[in-house]
Structures are given as C-alpha cells and as structure tokens.
C-alpha cells in the first residue's frame, strides 16, 4: 500500500502528481458531460415540439 508523509507529497504523487490529477480532472469533465448534455437536449426537444404542436393547433 502506498503512502505518503504529507499532503503535499500525495498531491506531487511521486513527480506525477500533474498527469494523474489532470487525468482525473479530464475524466471527471467528460463524465460530467455526458450526464448535462442529454439532460439539455432533452430540454430543448420538449420545448421544440411544444412550439410545434402550439403552431399546428
């Protein structure tokens, strides 16, 4: 198990701390992603076909 005597150390993580948490950070946005932008497309469909339906009534 590895482990680390300071804060500072986990974050530097062995000199690799910059790709690790930038690989995290990446992930992290991605996944972010692909939760948001289906959820505001589906917004955005709703609202077209509502404004369809309005015009055809």
Known sequence: M??????????????????VWSAYGISVVLIG????LPILKKRQLI???????????
């Open 2 to 19: 590895v482990q680390f005597s300071s804060l500072a150390e986990f974050i530097a993580m062995g000199n690799h701390g910059l790709y």
């Open 47 to 57: 609202s077209q076909l509502r404004q369809s339906y309005r015009r055809e009534k």
């Open 33 to 36: 992603l692909n939760v948001v």
